[in-house]
């Protein structure tokens, strides 16, 4: 069975695992930790077809209406039951 | 100041009956409060070791006096054991997944295995639950076979017992579970079993959801009160209390005679009844217990539930001191900056003013006034005066006063509370608060009557009338609050609305009127005249004349707008009374002079409307503030509405009934129009009745005749209009409201004038009422015009008793629907609120919460404040262009 990927979608906005050494420059630009920063399931269809695992952080490059182009960052979480 | 300390945790657990009797210093058996002496009965509900209400006595078991004692919890031992309402959704899940002979969860080694391997955190919620299993099974460690738990509200559960007869039939039995037998059960579940459902076995047994001794309040939670006539009045709780502990002695007594089980279970019921409604006296299936008078008790949790409770009344809400409310009216010779507050406010309000060497003679001339200010022009007294270590000294006005007294010890580092007086600052604010503009800083005019006073400009933002509104008054007491008050909060900080960034503040109704009035098409006008219009806005020279006529000197209508323009403003639009015309004349030769052409501050051509001044629109405002700041458009809105008010009143403005009336010939156009149209109708209906009628795609014959019948109607209605208007020109008053944008429509002078037109519920025409018609005026299945809902009549010829009803139904629905839209609204906008209260902009521009956890990475993606955008855009390309070119863009 062939299975859509979900990030060819038009809508599905683009989705980047991000290397330790821009996850690294991202946390001090903001000087934050992990915890600090927005979270996404590991179960969402974006997150499984670009292969991310928890823990990794994920960068998103969405269109915008009011700045053209908005970059966002999510860590990859588990998904508690219920 | 004691630092602030992060929380680490909470943990939610159940009051144990051993912790419940050692918190207790008193058991409580006797079922009344004061005895006819008014003392309080030893063991009763108002033992005085329970604490202290009263004052001057001390408490018997702190020894502190009222105020300081907290007071101390009591018990009451019950009979038997009864169910705690507030937990039969744990009770019932834990009698369901649980074996009703060893109480070990119903789950086997291998399937618990494989819901402990999910849970690699401690604190995860995942639990165990209902669906985890299976129906009346058999308990995998003794056996067991289980039935099925019924839960019936509020309190009680039935078990379902099923037994397979002789040959082979299923026996139902239902077999009532007393509180006892479930406490049973829950006492076997083993704390290995509980820590898998989520429950943490050393703060929350679950056989304490089943009440064996019930802590009494002390009596500091249910103070009793006393009423003017000298009778003790009790509270709510202590009411539930006695019937709670007369219940409990006569069962003991009961249980101890050896009754018979059933008036044993009778009592037992009665007991749980009084303890259910002690706790909740709003559970579903349980009447609620009354006070004598038929008012239902507000017991534990309705002190704590809903707007007037605990959490949202007590806690979230705050009354504030510094405040005053009162009646709203207009006044257009404040400033929009400005409110008109009071004498007698003014008076009562005040702000704290220190004592240094530099002010001493001011303060000491302010105290010798007091606290009366006989009128406006006196200078503002004082209230009180603080001495430095902390007296405070209420001042008292008159021969017996205190006032020379004490102005002649008042000395530096003491604090006066001094009466406002004008140019102080105060906040200002309608209900409901709904934006940030419904709370905007305001300088003071102390005035005479008893309302305060606003520009009706700054009505919009507080989105105010004055059919009655009251307002209320704040004054910031610290010079950090005025400081921002002043710099962040002032109406003229508050122009722009950070909803589409654009002026919400503006010119309403007369002011777009008159503003219409005075520079539609060109008028030439007098010194006198000119001066008349002008005299009360900021203008400082005349300006050279339009035009000389026999040596008289005449200054144009467009002059005397230009005069309340900075020079620097060139714009380039079409206004509001724009007819749209194809082709468009453009620039100066339009026959509206609706080209609103302005070149250095001078109208060169065009006519000022909605789109120019209004509320919410205000084009010339928004440049101003863009070219020259807040506090140039603050002098430009004051210098307009003062303008456009004299310009209304030039000529006058009103509308009487007569103002509706039409020519003989109009009337019988219009006639004719309702009469053709009225024809047509039935002629589609007999078509339709005949069956011939070609429904369109994808609808049904009726639904397309219905379409067409509505569409012919409504073609109809805007005929009327266009005959009416026709008639109907700038000297009507309405006409001119309509076209400038003031107030009201084209549709609504056509209602007034022409037809009323169609009326409709959803959209549809009227069909609800008696079988196949909606009046009995009708025959039945009659679909013509009048039968439903079409008004021919307008509102000056009067309708018909039928139209008369159907235009009822169709404004009933547009009552129904805002009523509806309000209430949802209001409660979507305090959800909101509490999701994003906390939320800001951190000074790398992501928005984050308190926790420092960010929410969005740039603040809008953009950065952009939308109060400082154009409409939304960074920059305002267009207005820039037009400025440097002076030309239209």
């Known amino acids: ?82 | 100041m004691t630092s602030p300390k992060r929380i680490g945790k909470i943990e939610f657990g159940l009051l144990s009956p051993k912790s419940i009797r050692d918190m207790s210093v008193c058991k409580v058996i006797w079922p009344d409060t004061y005895d006819d002496d008014g003392f309080p009965y030893p063991k009763g509900l108002m033992d005085p070791s329970l604490g202290v209400i009263d004052p001057g006595l001390r408490c018997k078991t702190c020894g502190q006096k009222q105020g300081d004692c907290p007071g101390h919890f009591g018990h009451i031992d019950l009979a038997k054991p009864v169910i705690h309402v507030g937990y039969t959704r744990l009770i019932r899940k834990l009698l369901r997944v649980t074996c009703r002979e060893c109480g070990r969860l119903l789950l086997d080694k291998d399937e618990i295995e494989r819901f402990s391997a999910l849970e690699d955190d401690p604190y995860s919620a995942e639990t165990i639950g209902e669906k985890d299993i299976k129906k009346e099974r058999i308990c995998p460690y003794c056996g067991d076979q289980q039935f099925k738990i019924n839960f019936e509200k509020p309190t009680s559960f039935v078990e379902v017992v099923t037994e397979s007869g002789e040959n082979g039939k299923i026996h139902k039995t239902e077999h009532k579970l007393t509180s006892a037998d479930i406490r049973e059960r829950l006492e076997k579940i083993p704390d290995d079993d509980l820590r898998l459902l989520g429950i943490d076995p050393t703060v929350a047994r679950p056989e304490w959801t089943i009440l064996t001794v019930l802590p009494v309040p002390p009596v500091t939670v249910r103070p009793s009160i006393i009423l003017e006539n000298g009778q003790r009045s009790e509270d709510d709780l202590t009411h539930k209390l006695v019937d709670i502990i007369r219940i409990n002695q006569r069962f003991k007594e009961n249980q101890d005679a050896g009754a018979p089980q059933l008036i044993i279970e009778d009592l037992w019921e009665l007991l749980q009844y009084h303890v259910t409604t002690y706790l909740d006296n709003e559970v579903a299936g349980c009447p609620p217990a009354r006070h004598r008078s038929g008012r239902p008790l507000k017991t534990l949790s309705q002190r704590l539930k809903g707007k007037d409770g605990r959490f949202r009344g007590s806690l979230s809400g705050k009354r504030v001191n510094f405040s005053s409310r009162t009646v709203i009216s207009p006044d257009p010779n404040l400033s929009i900056g400005e409110v008109g507050v009071p004498l007698a406010i003014a008076n009562e309000m005040s702000v704290p003013v220190r004592v240094t060497k530099q002010n001493i003679e001011d303060i000491r001339s302010m105290i010798r006034i007091g606290p009366n200010r006989p009128t406006l022009r006196d200078p503002c007294g004082a209230n009180y005066v603080s001495r430095p270590d902390g007296r405070r000294i209420r001042l008292i006005s008159g021969p017996d006063g205190n006032c020379d007294t004490v102005a002649e010890m008042v000395e530096s580092g003491w604090k006066i509370d001094r009466q406002l007086r004008d140019d102080d600052i105060v906040l200002f604010n309608r209900q409901p608060s709904l934006h940030r503009m419904s709370i905007m800083s305001h300088r003071i005019k102390v005035m005479n009557g008893r309302t305060f006073r606003l520009n009706p400009a700054v009505c919009p933002p507080y989105n105010a009338d004055f059919d009655g509104d009251e307002m209320n008054l704040h004054v910031p007491q610290t010079e950090e609050a005025r400081a921002e008050a002043e710099l962040l909060v002032a109406v003229q900080e508050n122009i722009l609305s950070p909803r589409f960034g654009g002026p919400i503040i503006g010119g309403l109704h007369d002011h777009i009127s008159g503003i219409f009035l005075l520079t539609n098409q060109v008028k030439w006008y007098t010194k006198s005249q000119f001066l008349y219009l002008l005299k009360y806005t900021s203008m400082e020279h005349l300006p050279e004349p339009g035009k000389i006529e026999d040596d008289i000197p005449y200054w144009s209508n467009k002059q005397a707008f230009s005069m309340i323009l900075p020079d620097s403003v060139n714009m380039f639009y079409k206004a509001t009374c724009c007819r749209n015309c194809d082709p468009c004349t453009k620039d100066t030769n339009c026959p509206h002079d609706a080209y609103v052409k302005i070149v250095d501050g001078q109208l060169i051509s065009g006519t000022i409307d909605k789109k120019s001044v209004g509320a919410m629109d205000g084009a010339i405002l928004n440049r101003i503030i863009r070219l020259h700041g807040m506090k140039r458009a603050r002098e430009y809105i004051d210098d307009l509405t003062k303008l456009s008010i004299r310009a209304i009143m030039f000529n006058g403005f009103s509308y009487g009934i007569n103002d509706t009336d039409l020519g003989k010939e109009e009337y019988k156009q219009i006639r004719d129009v309702l009469d053709k149209a009225e024809a047509d109708v039935a002629q589609r209906i007999n078509v339709y009745e005949q069956g011939h009628l070609e429904p369109m795609p994808g609808r049904t014959q009726e639904e397309t005749l219905e379409m067409q019948v509505m569409k012919e109607l409504g073609k109809a209605r805007d005929r009327t209009g266009e005959i009416a208007s026709r008639h109907l020109g700038f000297e009507n008053s309405a006409v001119v409201m309509a076209v400038s944008g003031a107030r009201g429509s084209m549709l609504n002078m056509a209602q007034m004038a022409g037809c009323i037109g169609q009326q409709a519920v959803r959209g549809e025409r009227i069909v609800r009422g008696y079988e196949d018609r909606t009046l009995p005026h009708f025959k039945r299945g009659d679909k013509g015009s009048d039968a439903h809902g079409f008004v021919r009549n307008s509102y000056k010829s009067g309708l018909t008793p039928t139209e008369f009803f159907f235009h009822a139904i169709g404004g009933r629905e547009g009552l129904v629907d805002t009523a509806v839209r309000t209430s949802q609204s209001g409660y979507l906008q305090r959800r909101m609120i509490n999701a994003l209260q906390d939320l800001k902009v951190a000074y790398d521009g992501t928005v984050r919460s308190t926790g420092g956890k960010i929410i969005q990475f740039k603040y809008g993606e953009d950065g952009t404040d939308p109060a400082k955008s154009a409409s939304g855009l960074p920059v305002d390309v267009k207005g820039i262009a037009e400025s440097v070119l002076k030309e239209a863009v």
Do not use: W
Not at chain 1, 28 to 35: G, P, V
Not at chain 1, 47 to 60: L, Y
Not at chain 1, 64 to 75: C, I, K, V
């Open chain 1, 1 to 82: 069975m062939t299975r859509l990927n979900v990030l060819f979608h038009e809508m599905v906005p683009d989705h980047q695992i991000m290397t330790p050494e821009e996850v690294a420059k991202l946390l001090a630009d903001y000087d934050i930790t992990e915890e600090h920063l927005p979270k996404m399931y590991h179960d969402d269809p974006a997150v499984k077809a670009c292969g991310a695992k928890p823990g990794m952080i994920i960068c998103i490059t969405r269109k915008s209406q009011t700045a053209g182009e908005a970059t966002s960052y999510r860590l990859v979480v588990r998904r508690p039951k219920k």
